[in-house]
């Protein structure tokens, strides 16, 4: 069955950096388009960054263009998030999504997802 295991959120100051991972397994990895989305208490869950199947193509939320970036390594299985510049208003768990189709649209929904990473920015 289709698995994704987040790691590396954590604790840090603002304007800190962290590196969110995904490890997927039991599909088709590079032919699926992926995604992270976020959850703060008491909002709903919301995209925050998401990658074509070939890494070709991104797409960010305004909030987070020009700090985040996403990126996978297909040979991997793998998806990352490279937090920068981190805000207090970044604190959330953070959630890996996979799409069934090669390419992101808001249009559809993720037909997976992790069990998400807490991340902490203190002011």
């Known amino acids: 069955q289709v698995q994704l295991v987040e790691s590396g959120g954590g604790l840090v100051q603002a304007g800190g950096s962290l590196r969110l991972s995904c490890a997927a397994s039991?599909?088709?990895?590079?032919?699926?388009?992926m995604g992270w989305f976020r959850q703060a208490p008491g909002t709903e869950r919301e995209i925050v960054a998401a990658?074509?199947?070939?890494?070709?193509?991104?797409y960010y939320r305004d909030s987070v263009k020009g700090r985040f970036t996403i990126s996978r390594d297909n040979a991997k299985n793998t998806l990352y998030l490279q937090l920068d510049s981190l805000k207090p208003e970044d604190t959330a768990v953070y959630y890996c999504?996979?799409?069934?189709?090669?390419?992101?649209?808001?249009?559809?929904?993720?037909?997976?997802w992790g069990q998400g990473t807490q991340v902490t920015v203190s002011s």
């Open positions: 990658i074509d199947w070939i890494g070709g193509t991104t």
């Open positions: 999504a996979a799409y069934r189709r090669p390419s992101y649209s808001s249009t559809y929904p993720p037909d997976y």
């Open positions: 039991g599909y088709f990895f590079s032919g699926w388009a």
